[in-house]
């Protein structure tokens, strides 16, 4: 079973269900006391929040990256990021590490294309509703 490194906190009500649905997925699918292998790096939204307002993305940007490098060093196989707006640097945390990162789009599609849907509704903050990371 590979590791996931969960990149979190952005907020730790949406990395509480990121934690609960992986490990709820993985007992139904192997049953017994079976939970997924997880390391997780929460980090203080408040720090990115702050730089968010200020419009400091550089610093907001390099906790993001700095958290992935410790999910890299723990032994991380791959990290999903627990926040659908923090994608927006997706491409940036991902040239930073070597392992793979799982992008919520590429999911959240190949998720649409197998149930053949044609129209879709997206919930989500200004800048996930006007970034273009989904529509891509």
Known sequence: MKTIGLLGGM???????????????IQNKLGGWHSAKIIMYSVDFDEIDLEHQTKDWINSDKILVNA????????????IICANTAHIIYEEIQKNVKIPILHVADATADRI???????VGLLGTKST?????YKG
């Open 68 to 79: 992935a490098k410790t999910l890299e060093k723990g032994g991380a196989d791959f990290i």
């Open 113 to 119: 294309k197998a149930r053949k849907i044609k129209k």
């Open 11 to 25: 907020s730790w009500k949406s990395s509480l269900e990121y934690y609960r649905i992986i490990n709820e997925t």
């Open 129 to 133: 509703m006007n970034g273009d990371f």
